[in-house]
């Protein structure tokens, strides 16, 4: 799951340039140890078993991480499509099980980056990288160079429809925003977390006429990623894909990139200004308000630069046809991200592990996957079903945003998505969390499935995490394809062992087979998605959005 991609880790990052890759050529073919690992796995006897052989096979350290555009990530994908062949899937990628992904890999040039304040008396401030300062590029640049007044425009949310505009009465053509993370209480849970995603707050300052953006810190942001995890690895390649035609894809397209402060130095933009950081952010926690936006006096000069270059990764795409025929052309997606963070060198110059394997971020996703198209494969379908491990997740929702807009199969047919990322099973789950299931007609199938497994359903209790958009089904989602991602509940101490595998684990070397992983309850897991996809692929009614619903009325398809 990319946790970080939505707090400042990937702020800009993911907007302007993507995460991260060490990027080298993948393999051409199968080797025979990958292709008799896939057997093996296959003929385990129990649904556990075959769960923890995907598991140690994704996560050993051979894979080196499994980052989008390496050969550690081609062995994985290798894997999952021996794997879909032995369960007795069929191919639908562009090639055989693949679809590869265009990607564009930006490296950043550290002794180009620049920040500085010239105040309303004229005094120029000098930030120094890293320190005080991180700037990215946008993505379809070679290099930034912004130089221009600074208005602070709120949370930078643009919803009008709404009821909300932070840039109501201000002029930003030609200027650099200034916007706090997060976004307004009003707006529930999965709403909030729509308006939080950084790419929604690049658009919205582009379509305004900035030219470039810098965000900053609230508090519980703070609290929640570092300005030391913000800046631990800064020569890390960031990628965006690329669209057939050679269009870089970007949030944001016209701004020249833009900046985040570290929140100690933040009160350098407020100062002559109306308020003070601390007083926008104070606003910013308060409930039932938010900060509003006026000129900044000062000007703001941003630089840097990166170095392109093109590679791909490719999406591992299977079907099970359905057998109606008035339902067969229509597909259930099931999907997981097989891509994780790779390599982290500074440790490994250090002497430290630094391989970040990706046990549950997302190894175990891909098992319980591939489980439940095992069980899938089994079962009369009305409907067919779509297999989907996508790629570059860790990225920005790489590989899951080109299937979305590039699908291997018609675009209109895809129904719905069930999406599976990070099931934290390191303790035994009685509740799940189903996000985006109250939103369309999936809601009384997921319910219906947690029922007969014995199952509660609970509310989101991260409504602060903006979890919604931070995995591969929201791509589905801004497609107008109804979606569900489950994650199990906080109930039987699960909190505890939540928090302690974000806080000791999450996107570290640590992430890895050493962790208690309950496999039967991995298999619990693989067995109500499976149930889900499985009513969700013969229910006699096409899945659609509930009428009048936020994001049924934002991305339907018209």
């Not at 912004?146 to 840039?167: K, L, M, S």
Request: charged letters at 25%.
């Amino acid at each position: 799951m990319n946790l970080s991609i939505r707090h400042y880790g990937g702020c800009l990052g993911l907007i302007l340039l993507g995460a991260c890759a060490n990027v080298d050529a993948p393999a051409a073919t199968i080797s025979e140890a990958v292709a008799q690992a896939a057997v093996q796995t296959t003929n385990a006897a129990t649904a556990a078993e075959r769960i923890e052989a995907d598991v140690l096979f994704l996560a050993d350290d051979a894979r080196e991480g499994r980052e989008a555009g390496t050969s550690g990530y081609q062995e994985a994908a290798d894997y999952v499509s021996a794997r879909m062949a032995e369960i007795g899937l069929e191919p639908a990628g562009v090639d055989g099980w693949f679809q590869q992904v265009p990607l564009r890999a930006n490296t950043p040039i550290l002794e180009r980056a620049a920040f500085s304040v010239t105040k309303a008396d004229g005094e120029t401030v000098d930030l120094t990288h890293l320190d005080d300062f991180r700037v990215f590029v946008s993505a379809d640049r070679a290099e930034m160079d912004i130089t221009a007044p600074a208005v602070f425009v709120g949370f930078g949310v643009h919803a009008p429809d709404q009821g909300y505009d932070d840039y109501a009465g201000l002029d930003v053509k030609g200027k650099i925003v200034v916007y706090i993370g997060g976004a307004p209480d009003r707006f529930d849970s999965e709403q909030r977390a729509h308006y939080s995603s950084r790419g929604g707050k690049a658009d919205a300052a582009a379509k305004h006429g900035a030219v470039g953006i810098v965000s900053l810190f609230s508090i519980a942001g703070e609290k929640r990623f570092s300005w030391a995890r913000l800046i631990s690895n800064p020569t890390r390649v960031g990628m965006t894909w690329v669209h057939p035609d050679g269009r870089v894809e970007v949030s944001g397209a016209g701004l020249g990139g833009g900046g985040v402060l570290n929140p100690e130095i933040s009160q350098i933009l407020f100062d002559g200004a109306e308020k003070s950081f601390a007083d926008i952010r104070a606003e910013a926690e308060a409930e039932g308000v938010s900060p509003a936006g006026f000129n900044l006096n000062i000007t703001i000069s941003m630089k840097g630069a990166q170095a392109s270059k093109d590679v791909s990764s490719p999406n591992v795409v299977a079907l099970i046809p359905g057998s109606d025929p008035d339902l067969k052309d229509e597909y259930i997606v099931l999907s997981a991200h097989l891509d994780h963070t790779g390599i982290d060198q500074t440790k490994i110059d250090a002497g430290e592990d630094g391989i970040n394997n990706g046990a549950l971020d997302n190894a175990i996703g891909v098992a319980t996957m591939l489980e439940a198209a095992t069980r899938l494969r089994e079962t009369p379908l009305g409907r067919s079903v779509l297999i989907l491990a996508v790629t570059g997740e860790e990225k920005g929702l790489l590989g899951a945003d080109y299937f979305a807009h590039y699908p291997t199969v018609d675009g209109d047919a895809l129904t719905a998505d069930v999406n599976l990322d990070m099931p934290v099973v390191l303790y035994p789950f009685t509740d799940v969390i189903a996000f985006g299931a109250e939103r369309s007609s999936i809601g009384p199938i997921v319910r219906a499935a947690a029922e007969k497994m014995g199952i509660a359903l609970s509310p989101d209790p991260l409504p602060e995490q903006n979890l919604f958009v931070r995995s591969d089904h929201y791509r589905f989602v801004e497609k107008g394809v109804p979606a569900v991602f489950l994650v199990v509940g906080f109930a039987n101490d699960g909190e505890g062992a939540f928090n302690d595998f974000l806080k000791n684990h999450y996107h570290k070397p640590s992430d890895d087979t050493s962790l208690p992983i309950l496999y039967d309850e991995a298999a619990r897991f693989a067995e109500v998605n499976y149930m889900i996809a499985k009513d969700l692929a013969n229910v006699e009614e096409r899945p659609h959005w509930n009428e009048g619903d936020f994001f049924g009325d934002l991305f339907s398809k018209k």
